[in-house]
């Protein structure tokens, strides 16, 4: 399979085109990089040939890295992996080295073919560490493409040179939102940035890389870093300038990640430490700090999550083998703010949106919502009024359920309350297609008990939005009793059309995502009425790498939105309910008006426009706090009350797949995401370890964490979710 072609043209410019055979993007693979390798070689001997251009054969230039190559080095190695992975990135290192030095004599620095990159479209991971290496890009005047370094954000960074070189190249600060958050950026914002060099018409690419190529000179290939006293901008480490700048680097990596991420900390360690030593030996230096990073549990649960099993369900990997269910025309039954969100985010993926309520003000105003996301994007550049106009126009707003006819899906996001959705429901029926899938946006009531006020239960299902919709990635598919796979089929195609990632479950009360969230925020609040100081709880919870801890969680959720989950769960649970404990903390709170953010009162103080403060000192007055506190178990203690329920969601069925547990769990409530997720996580201390925990808690607060068989006959098999010896969950 040949995925470089090479071609020599009369001009003598070596044409090495990437096109992977049989995918829509190209990625690096092991057999490609040895084509490369040997298409350079073979330019570089050709004495006809006069320079090279690097381009894609497809729509795009690369998407980045195949990492099973990465896991293959690993597993390749046998007994010394950190061995085998390192000699394999210094081998890409190597590669890159020889396109950047150009064949040329390295002392008259003379004698060099110059190599060009002419990317057509989004260039990420190392489809711009590559041309990075060359002696300069140009990239197509395409608005839709990405060019970016991601991969912070699946637990590792650039390790095939790219820390290195764009460290090097605009100094640490610039390089900084571009490594260390994964930002991407278009060909025009790139090249304002330094990071790409040209920016021209789609159809001018490959003519003026030739034309460049053909008139470059001896100097125009030696890269900075290769000339003798080049000074790095913004200033090396030890030098007066850039001395503030990597206490400052440092600061904001630990601010962001409170040491829970180990790439970031290896990233900026590998910019620091690079930037002391001649260029070839930093590259050197970031291969041994990017194979401590793929040495470290983290990286591969997060690959695993972040990557592999994230892209599976997007791509529909627990879809029924049904026909295509793709939607053309959505009702929306409710305006309030999830109905506005939903509406907004089925309108941009080109659907037809009727927006409904009882109140034509009420629906006006949903629609309003997303003026105001356009607006800002305008501002922002981000956006057209053309643009912003057309997408208002598919939201068509109304109070009459006639305009319903023909939409062939209906999602509801009325009040929860059982009445007011069967009402709307009987409503919606009366006038859709009898093909049509009717969806419930609720997010605690059972979707089995609310489909019985349905004439089609087997087309009725759950499809549990976050909020804000716009923003949250994940959307949850709840299965009621009696929902048939074609309904299943049209959810999980609906929201791979609003680009989300879906998770499918099935009822149960709260589903996945709350049944999880609920008792991490019910355990923060026992903590602090037991006299746990309120920082130490939610930070606890920011060294475990959640992205806020359980107060301030309860705080933006609102406590009075507890009250009433409290009320109906105690009201349905009636003396098996447990959390006693913790209504008298929410119950009190609600009294004394603090409900959180929306009250500007809560956990903590807030200014008049809403602004956190520092943590209310009247809660101490009535539960005091203690000295004693032990970080340990408070973090066992927080983790263990979302792992336990994800793992009897697992055992009761609820939960089909780990895999959506985990990404579930990330993307739903921003579970530490270097663990890969609670399964994951539970992987990486082990079953054994795990228990041990368990029985301990068990024995000082109670039945709350009692192991799950489950988990008790994985530590005794020595079993994991995701290792060889895999443990088997009949759902």
Same mark, same amino acid.
């Given at each position: 399979?040949?995925?470089?072609?090479?071609?020599?043209?009369? /001009?003598?410019?070596?044409?090495?085109?990437?096109?992977?055979?049989?995918?829509?993007?190209?990625?690096?693979?092991?057999?490609?990089?040895?084509? #490369?390798?040997?298409? !350079?070689?073979?330019?570089?001997?050709?004495?006809?040939?006069?320079?090279?251009?690097?381009?894609?054969?497809?729509?795009?230039?690369?998407?980045?890295?195949?990492?099973?190559?990465?896991?293959?080095?690993?597993?390749?190695?046998?007994?010394?992996?950190?061995?085998?992975?390192?000699?394999?990135?210094?081998?890409?290192?190597?590669?890159? $080295?020889?396109?950047?030095?150009?064949?040329?004599?390295?002392?008259?620095?003379?004698?060099?073919?110059?190599?060009?990159?002419?990317? %057509?479209?989004?260039?990420?991971?190392?489809?711009?560490?590559?041309?990075?290496?060359?002696?300069?890009?140009?990239?197509?005047?395409?608005?839709?493409?990405?060019?970016?370094?991601?991969?912070?954000?699946?637990?590792?960074?650039?390790?095939?040179?790219?820390?290195?070189?764009?460290?090097?190249?605009?100094?640490?600060?610039?390089?900084?939102?571009?490594?260390?958050?994964?930002?991407?950026?278009?060909?025009?914002?790139?090249?304002?940035?330094?990071?790409?060099?040209?920016?021209?018409?789609?159809?001018?690419?490959?003519?003026?890389?030739?034309?460049?190529?053909?008139?470059?000179?001896?100097?125009?290939?030696?890269? %900075?870093? /290769?000339?003798?006293?080049?000074?790095?901008?913004?200033?090396?480490?030890?030098?007066?300038?850039?001395?503030?700048?990597?206490?400052?680097?440092?600061?904001?990596?630990?601010?962001?990640?409170?040491?829970?991420?180990?790439?970031?900390?290896?990233?900026?360690?590998?910019?620091?430490?690079?930037?002391?030593?001649?260029?070839?030996?930093?590259?050197?230096?970031?291969?041994?700090?990017?194979?401590?990073?793929?040495?470290?549990?983290?990286?591969?649960?997060?690959?695993?999550?972040?990557?592999?099993?994230?892209?599976?369900?997007?791509?529909?990997?627990?879809?029924? /083998?049904? %026909?295509?269910?793709?939607?053309?025309?959505?009702?929306?039954?409710?305006?309030?703010?999830?109905?506005?969100?939903?509406?907004?985010?089925?309108?941009?993926?080109?659907?037809?949106?009727?927006?409904?309520?009882?109140?034509?003000?009420?629906?006006?105003?949903?629609?309003?919502?997303?003026?105001?996301?356009?607006?800002?994007?305008?501002? =922002?550049?981000?956006?057209?009024?053309?643009?912003?106009?057309?997408?208002?126009?598919? &939201?068509?707003?109304?109070?009459?359920?006639?305009?319903?006819?023909?939409?062939?899906?209906?999602?509801?996001?009325?009040?929860?309350?059982?009445?007011?959705?069967?009402?709307?429901?009987?409503?919606?029926?009366?006038? &859709?297609?009898?093909?049509?899938?009717?969806?419930?946006?609720?997010?605690?009531?059972?979707?089995?008990?609310?489909?019985?006020?349905?004439?089609?239960?087997?087309?009725? &299902?759950?499809?549990?939005?976050?909020? %804000?919709?716009?923003?949250?990635?994940?959307?949850?598919?709840?299965?009621?009793?009696?929902?048939?796979?074609?309904?299943?089929?049209?959810?999980?195609?609906?929201?791979?059309?609003? =680009?989300?990632?879906?998770?499918?479950?099935?009822?149960?009360?709260?589903?996945?995502?709350? $049944?999880?969230?609920?008792?991490? !925020?019910?355990?923060?609040? $026992?903590?602090?009425?037991?006299?746990?100081?309120?920082?130490?709880?939610?930070?606890?919870?920011?060294?475990?790498?959640?992205?806020?801890?359980?107060?301030?969680?309860?705080?933006?959720?609102?406590?009075?939105?507890?009250?009433?989950?409290?009320?109906?769960?105690?009201?349905?649970?009636?003396?098996?309910?447990?959390?006693?404990?913790?209504?008298?903390?929410?119950?009190?709170?609600?009294?004394?008006? $603090?409900?959180?953010?929306?009250?500007?009162?809560?956990?903590?103080?807030?200014?008049?426009?809403?602004?956190?403060?520092?943590?209310?000192?009247?809660?101490?007055?009535?539960?005091?706090?203690?000295?004693?506190?032990?970080?340990?178990?408070?973090?066992?203690?927080?983790?263990?009350?979302?792992? #336990?329920?994800?793992?009897?969601? #697992?055992?009761?069925?609820?939960?089909?797949?780990?895999?959506?547990?985990?990404?579930?769990? !990330?993307?739903?409530?921003?579970?530490?995401?270097?663990?890969?997720?609670?399964?994951?996580?539970?992987?990486?201390?082990?079953?054994?370890?795990?228990?041990?925990?368990?029985?301990? #808690?068990?024995?000082?607060?109670?039945?709350?964490?009692?192991?799950?068989?489950?988990?008790?006959?994985?530590?005794?098999?020595?079993?994991?979710?995701?290792?060889?010896?895999?443990?088997?969950?009949?759902?």
């Amino acid at each position: 399979m040949t995925e470089f072609h090479y071609d020599v043209d009369s /001009d003598g410019v070596a044409v090495i085109t990437w096109d992977v055979p049989g995918k829509s993007m190209n990625v690096m693979s092991f057999e490609g990089l040895q084509e #490369l390798d040997a298409a !350079i070689d073979k330019a570089h001997s050709d004495a006809a040939v006069k320079g090279i251009v690097i381009t894609s054969g497809k729509a795009d230039f690369a998407g980045g890295m195949d990492l099973n190559v990465l896991a293959d080095m690993r597993n390749n190695a046998g007994d010394n992996p950190a061995q085998g992975l390192f000699d394999g990135i210094m081998s890409m290192h190597a590669l890159l $080295r020889k396109i950047e030095l150009a064949g040329m004599d390295r002392k008259t620095q003379k004698g060099g073919k110059p190599t060009a990159a002419a990317l %057509p479209g989004t260039a990420m991971g190392i489809g711009l560490e590559l041309p990075l290496a060359t002696h300069r890009i140009f990239a197509a005047d395409n608005p839709k493409a990405q060019i970016g370094l991601p991969e912070i954000k699946v637990g590792i960074f650039p390790g095939a040179g790219g820390t290195t070189r764009l460290s090097w190249k605009l100094g640490a600060m610039a390089a900084a939102p571009l490594l260390l958050e994964g930002k991407a950026n278009t060909p025009e914002k790139a090249r304002k940035a330094g990071v790409i060099d040209e920016v021209v018409p789609a159809d001018e690419l490959l003519a003026k890389a030739k034309a460049w190529v053909l008139g470059a000179k001896d100097a125009d290939l030696v890269k %900075p870093w /290769d000339t003798k006293g080049y000074k790095i901008p913004g200033g090396a480490p030890y030098s007066a300038p850039g001395f503030p700048t990597f206490v400052g680097a440092s600061v904001m990596v630990h601010a962001q990640t409170w040491g829970a991420f180990p790439a970031a900390k290896a990233l900026l360690s590998a910019v620091y430490e690079g930037m002391q030593v001649p260029f070839d030996t930093a590259l050197k230096i970031e291969a041994r700090h990017f194979v401590s990073v793929l040495m470290n549990p983290s990286s591969s649960a997060m690959i695993r999550s972040l990557f592999v099993n994230k892209g599976a369900l997007e791509k529909g990997a627990n879809r029924p /083998d049904v %026909p295509d269910e793709k939607v053309s025309k959505v009702g929306v039954l409710g305006a309030g703010m999830m109905g506005a969100g939903i509406a907004y985010v089925s309108a941009k993926a080109g659907i037809e949106v009727v927006l409904l309520d009882s109140a034509l003000e009420s629906a006006e105003k949903g629609k309003a919502y997303s003026a105001g996301i356009l607006d800002k994007a305008i501002k =922002r550049g981000q956006s057209t009024e053309e643009k912003k106009q057309a997408l208002l126009s598919k &939201i068509r707003t109304t109070t009459d359920y006639a305009d319903l006819e023909g939409c062939d899906l209906i999602v509801e996001a009325v009040f929860e309350d059982p009445k007011v959705k069967a009402d709307v429901t009987a409503k919606a029926e009366a006038v &859709i297609p009898e093909t049509a899938i009717f969806a419930s946006n609720t997010s605690t009531l059972p979707i089995t008990s609310l489909a019985t006020a349905s004439k089609r239960p087997e087309q009725f &299902i759950g499809i549990h939005f976050f909020s %804000p919709v716009d923003k949250m990635l994940l959307v949850e598919i709840i299965k009621g009793a009696k929902t048939g796979e074609r309904a299943v089929a049209k959810a999980l195609d609906y929201v791979r059309q609003i =680009r989300k990632t879906p998770i499918v479950v099935n009822d149960a009360r709260f589903f996945y995502a709350n $049944r999880c969230i609920i008792p991490y !925020i019910n355990e923060g609040m $026992r903590l602090a009425a037991e006299g746990t100081p309120m920082p130490m709880v939610d930070h606890a919870a920011r060294l475990l790498g959640f992205p806020v801890g359980p107060l301030q969680l309860v705080d933006e959720t609102s406590l009075d939105l507890g009250k009433k989950i409290a009320v109906a769960t105690k009201a349905a649970m009636g003396n098996d309910y447990p959390d006693d404990a913790v209504d008298e903390v929410v119950f009190w709170m609600v009294d004394e008006g $603090r409900l959180g953010r929306k009250s500007k009162a809560g956990f903590f103080e807030y200014d008049e426009a809403g602004k956190r403060g520092a943590y209310w000192q009247g809660f101490n007055e009535k539960f005091p706090a203690k000295e004693g506190a032990e970080l340990d178990e408070v973090q066992n203690r927080l983790m263990m009350a979302q792992v #336990l329920e994800a793992v009897r969601a #697992l055992e009761e069925g609820v939960l089909e797949d780990i895999r959506e547990g985990d990404v579930g769990a !990330i993307l739903g409530w921003g579970f530490a995401p270097w663990s890969g997720g609670p399964f994951g996580w539970l992987d990486i201390i082990g079953a054994d370890k795990a228990v041990e925990i368990c029985d301990r #808690l068990e024995g000082k607060f109670g039945a709350r964490f009692r192991c799950p068989q489950l988990l008790r006959d994985m530590a005794a098999k020595g079993q994991t979710f995701y290792g060889k010896n895999r443990v088997q969950v009949a759902a």
